[in-house]
């Protein structure tokens, strides 16, 4: 049992697939896992352990933003022994030839800052994904023929944004999408020497503003998971 996670030692897998909604940690823990049992319920952020093709796996949510994902990763794997991390989770589009629906692979994470921004001081940290992990998710994705775009991806560190000029110098530097939380799980596993990847999918799109309604994300969510799966384990 860690401060934020009441799960018992050996209740946590080597491999964490991280959404930032309690609620889609369980639907796809129900979706996609076998003999899925709830390990963690503390503050209502669930979290569940279960099996895919034979492998271990944890779904435990993360919370939304930068600071609520620290928390998660740092602990799952300082206390859990966590060495795969995976984000799973919706983002904005900010290019004209992504689409609702597609998949983005984030190869780099831009931020303006995170809860490690004091641990770097001067230093202009560039967060990165595990290659590895990458290269399995593009092979998969096209293995899928899901349509899925791979580069780098704008973490913010606000949801309602009174930004319009840092949108669009994010969109004139090829920033495929913008989520919250991919920069910090990127640095945090850099630190500890474990893997992380944000695989995501494209809810809102920030040039058409088309977006999905609530009750069709989920529906819409299930390549992404597959994708992230085959990444852990293939």
Known sequence: MSTHIGANPGDI???VLM?????????AAETFLDDAVCV???RGMLGFTG?????????QGSGMGMPSLSIYANELIRDYG?????RIGSAGAMQKHIKIRDVVIAMTATTLST????????VSFAPCADYGLLEKAVATARAKAT???????YSSDVFYDERPDLNEAMQRHGV????????ELYTVAARHGVRALAVLTISDHLLTHEALPSEDRERSFGDMVEIALHAAFD
């Open 13 to 15: 897998a080597e491999t």
């Open 19 to 27: 959404p930032g909604d309690p609620y889609r940690a369980k639907w």
């Open 40 to 42: 963690n319920q503390v």
């Open 51 to 59: 099996s895919w093709k034979g492998h271990r796996v944890t779904i």
């Open 82 to 86: 966590a060495k795969t991390l995976i």
């Open 115 to 122: 809860p490690s921004r004091g641990f770097f001081r001067e």
């Open 147 to 153: 349509p899925a775009h791979v580069g780098g991806i």
């Open 176 to 183: 495929l999408a913008v989520e919250m939380e991919a920069a």
